[in-house]
């Protein structure tokens, strides 16, 4: 017999599965239970020549932000003979919210250990890629030298706690949000000291807890599956506050942040061999006063590690409990973790605003921001733009904090009002440009990176996201279109790290070289799109979107977006537009073919 169970104040929740073979349990719980909390053979094979790690150790290693990865452009080379290994290795910053040095920090590891690119995350964290075996060791000392941690950003625990990374200080607002991140951020972190003896040596030279060699919170086995929390106010989802497994959207009142309205089970991530996985929205469950965000937020996690379903790990997301029993009963679990009568209901709020944070704002303190535009996260230097170079230059320069925003940019944050020009001539004289300088077509576009290394990807996204947005800035500025604002997001692969479902447009890979196309989400995030059109070729994508944008500007209603156009019209429409436009182009070229006069 498999069992799961857990401690919570002094009773045992048991849910037995009778299971004839041991075997038959599945394999991620096996090694997670198996593993002594987060070791497995990891010890033995880090002191090994080897330039990978065992089967068994990789699922474990994402626990400690560990990602082995396998370049198949490398393999491709060597026609397939050898995988090619490295490691990429994500660091989490709450809300974040950086330093300089730790900026710094990380741009150092990726030209010492790296592929010499930095990327920011769409979960506002860093990851350096192509790191070897033998630099893995290196690497996190000197993260967590700097005061961060990479324990925590991936596997089947809480990840990177997101909040809107704004640095208004004439509030106590986005203090207290920031404050929420850091405080979920470090109690929802493992306590093995298992990441400490791997990688420090047995020290703890980061200011994160380490307890006893137990987890009292997430057990032997973790959490079914990976779990994410983010924190937005109502007129600025930035971070996407309904595709979270916990979602806390700001409750203000008279200037004060009283607390936050909890929603609950939204996810992006999809199977498509499996019909009942899907993206989701988060549903709100209840209003939680600021001093109690902790507690509600640890039952929530409570209830998924008890409830989520560990024999299938297609479905083992916290969307999945929350679409099996509805809000109610979820509700009622939640209170009895908590060990209360009610929990207060929502307030009717709900986010009505978006603002990427771009370009040159005040803080409130006399002092300024300045939200630099990354192109899908990357940072790196070109022969067109030195980004890396100027950036560096920058922070050695002024020396200031930064925030890594969830569109993949970077907020330059305490800057001397006087500091202004100064700035603006290292970045022009680096090739940067400002936001005046991009469209907004590629302003609010984002695509996860995808191949040559992520063990999903089924087809490209960071690599050939910017030319289908020349192709499509080609197409916006023949209509008109120019000053239209959407989303448009790629992925290799379903499970949608760029959040593509809640786009105005959505690409997500289906097959090597075609894509799946989503539409009428929109910038706000309220919204799932519908899938539009399947099996799209990389070279056609904006050639079918090309009579969808005619539509919009013939037929949208004053300020209405395109995502909203979509949702209004709706996928019967679309495609009638659409196969009338083409009739009539055909018609066209035909007339032209026969009498060229």
Same mark, same amino acid.
């Given at each position: 017999?498999?069992?799961?169970?857990?401690?919570?104040?002094?009773? =045992?929740?048991?849910?037995?599965?009778?299971? &004839?073979?041991?075997?038959?349990?599945? !394999?991620?719980?096996?090694?997670?239970?198996?593993?002594?909390?987060?070791?497995?053979?990891?010890?033995?094979?880090?002191?090994?020549? &080897?330039?990978?790690?065992?089967?068994?150790?990789?699922?474990?290693?994402?626990?400690?932000?560990?990602?082995?990865?396998?370049?198949?452009?490398?393999?491709?080379?060597?026609?397939?003979?050898?995988?090619?290994?490295?490691?990429?290795?994500?660091?989490?910053?709450?809300?974040?919210? @950086?330093?300089?040095?730790?900026?710094?920090?990380?741009?150092?590891?990726?030209?010492?250990?790296?592929?010499?690119?930095?990327?920011?995350?769409?979960?506002?964290?860093?990851?350096?890629?192509?790191?070897?075996?033998?630099?893995?060791?290196?690497?996190?000392?000197?993260?967590?030298?700097?005061?961060?941690?990479?324990?925590?950003?991936?596997?089947?625990?809480?990840?990177?706690?997101? &909040?809107?990374?704004?640095?208004?200080?004439?509030?106590?607002?986005?203090?207290?949000?920031?404050?929420?991140?850091?405080?979920?951020?470090?109690?929802?972190?493992?306590?093995?000291?298992?990441?400490?003896?791997?990688?420090?040596?047995?020290?703890?030279?980061?200011?994160?807890?380490?307890?006893?060699?137990?987890?009292?919170?997430?057990?032997?086995?973790?959490?079914?599956?990976?779990?994410?929390?983010?924190?937005?106010?109502?007129?600025?989802?930035?971070?996407?506050?309904?595709?979270?497994?916990?979602?806390?959207?700001?409750?203000?009142?008279?200037?004060?942040?009283?607390?936050?309205?909890?929603?609950?089970?939204?996810?992006?991530?999809?199977?498509?061999?499996? !019909?009942?996985?899907?993206?989701?929205?988060?549903?709100?469950?209840?209003?939680?006063?600021?001093?109690?965000?902790?507690?509600?937020?640890?039952? @929530?996690?409570?209830?998924?590690?008890?409830?989520?379903?560990?024999?299938?790990?297609?479905?083992?997301?916290?969307?999945?409990?929350?679409?099996?029993?509805?809000?109610?009963?979820?509700?009622?679990?939640?209170?009895?973790?908590?060990?209360?009568?009610?929990?207060?209901?929502?307030?009717?709020?709900?986010?009505?605003?978006?603002?990427?944070?771009?370009?040159?704002?005040?803080?409130?303190?006399?002092?300024?921001?300045?939200?630099?535009?990354?192109?899908?996260?990357?940072?790196?230097?070109?022969?067109?733009?030195?980004?890396?170079?100027?950036?560096?230059? @920058?922070?050695?320069?002024?020396?200031?904090?930064?925030?890594?925003?969830?569109?993949?940019?970077?907020?330059?944050?305490?800057?001397?009002?006087?500091?202004?020009?100064?700035?603006?001539?290292?970045?022009?004289?680096?090739?940067?440009?400002?936001?005046?300088?991009?469209?907004?077509?590629?302003?609010?576009?984002?695509?996860?990176?995808?191949?040559?290394?992520?063990?999903?990807?089924?087809?490209?996204?960071?690599?050939?996201?910017?030319?289908?947005?020349?192709?499509?800035?080609?197409?916006?500025?023949?209509?008109?279109?120019?000053?239209? !604002?959407?989303?448009?997001?790629? =992925?290799?692969?379903?499970?949608?790290?760029?959040?593509?479902?809640?786009?105005?447009?959505?690409?997500?890979?289906?097959?090597?070289?075609?894509?799946?196309?989503?539409?009428?989400?929109?910038?706000?995030?309220?919204?799932?799109?519908?899938?539009?059109?399947?099996?799209?070729?990389?070279?056609?994508?904006?050639?079918?979107?090309?009579?969808?944008?005619?539509?919009?500007?013939?037929?949208?209603?004053?300020?209405?977006?395109?995502?909203?156009?979509?949702?209004?019209?709706?996928?019967?429409?679309?495609?009638?537009?659409?196969?009338?436009?083409?009739?009539?182009?055909?018609? &066209?070229?035909? =007339?032209?073919?026969?009498?060229?006069?």
């Amino acid at each position: 017999m498999f069992q799961k169970f857990s401690i919570l104040d002094g009773r =045992t929740r048991r849910r037995e599965t009778t299971v &004839s073979d041991p075997a038959q349990i599945p !394999k991620a719980e096996r090694l997670k239970k198996q593993s002594r909390f987060l070791r497995g053979t990891i010890p033995q094979e880090l002191s090994q020549s &080897s330039d990978h790690f065992g089967r068994d150790s990789t699922p474990i290693l994402k626990f400690h932000g560990i990602y082995e990865q396998d370049d198949r452009d490398a393999r491709k080379r060597s026609s397939g003979r050898d995988k090619s290994y490295s490691f990429m290795v994500r660091t989490k910053v709450p809300g974040g919210k @950086i330093t300089a040095r730790q900026f710094l920090t990380e741009l150092d590891l990726a030209e010492r250990y790296g592929n010499g690119t930095l990327r920011v995350t769409t979960r506002q964290g860093f990851q350096l890629h192509g790191v070897l075996k033998g630099g893995l060791k290196p690497v996190l000392r000197s993260v967590n030298e700097a005061l961060m941690t990479t324990l925590g950003a991936c596997g089947d625990v809480e990840r990177n706690v997101m &909040s809107c990374p704004a640095p208004h200080h004439d509030d106590r607002v986005h203090d207290r949000m920031q404050a929420t991140a850091d405080a979920i951020s470090r109690h929802l972190l493992p306590q093995s000291r298992a990441y400490y003896e791997l990688w420090l040596n047995g020290e703890q030279v980061s200011k994160q807890p380490v307890g006893p060699d137990v987890e009292p919170l997430y057990g032997d086995t973790y959490l079914p599956r990976k779990f994410k929390t983010g924190i937005a106010l109502p007129e600025d989802n930035c971070i996407d506050v309904y595709t979270q497994d916990i979602g806390l959207l700001a409750i203000v009142d008279r200037g004060e942040l009283i607390g936050y309205n909890a929603l609950v089970g939204g996810g992006m991530g999809t199977s498509p061999a499996s !019909k009942d996985t899907f993206p989701r929205l988060a549903d709100p469950l209840a209003f939680v006063p600021y001093d109690e965000v902790l507690e509600v937020v640890t039952a @929530i996690v409570k209830v998924q590690r008890d409830y989520g379903d560990r024999a299938n790990r297609r479905r083992a997301r916290l969307k999945y409990v929350v679409h099996d029993w509805g809000v109610p009963r979820f509700k009622s679990e939640v209170e009895q973790y908590l060990g209360r009568q009610e929990l207060e209901p929502p307030y009717p709020v709900e986010a009505y605003g978006y603002q990427d944070h771009l370009g040159w704002h005040p803080q409130g303190d006399g002092k300024f921001y300045w939200g630099i535009y990354l192109e899908n996260g990357r940072i790196k230097d070109t022969a067109e733009m030195r980004l890396k170079t100027g950036l560096r230059r @920058i922070l050695e320069r002024f020396h200031m904090p930064a925030r890594l925003t969830p569109q993949q940019s970077i907020l330059l944050c305490d800057l001397e009002s006087d500091w202004q020009d100064e700035i603006l001539s290292l970045l022009q004289g680096h090739g940067i440009r400002t936001q005046a300088q991009i469209s907004h077509a590629r302003r609010y576009a984002m695509a996860c990176p995808a191949l040559p290394t992520c063990g999903l990807a089924i087809t490209e996204a960071e690599r050939v996201m910017p030319s289908v947005v020349d192709e499509l800035e080609a197409e916006i500025a023949k209509l008109g279109l120019g000053a239209a !604002k959407f989303t448009i997001r790629m =992925t290799g692969c379903p499970n949608g790290c760029a959040r593509p479902y809640t786009a105005d447009i959505g690409l997500v890979g289906q097959t090597v070289g075609k894509y799946k196309i989503f539409m009428g989400g929109n910038l706000v995030g309220t919204r799932l799109g519908f899938t539009y059109k399947e099996l799209v070729p990389l070279d056609e994508v904006v050639a079918e979107l090309r009579p969808l944008l005619v539509y919009y500007k013939s037929d949208a209603c004053r300020g209405e977006s395109l995502g909203d156009f979509f949702d209004r019209k709706g996928l019967e429409d679309l495609l009638g537009f659409t196969a009338s436009y083409r009739q009539r182009h055909r018609q &066209s070229a035909e =007339t032209v073919g026969a009498d060229p006069r």
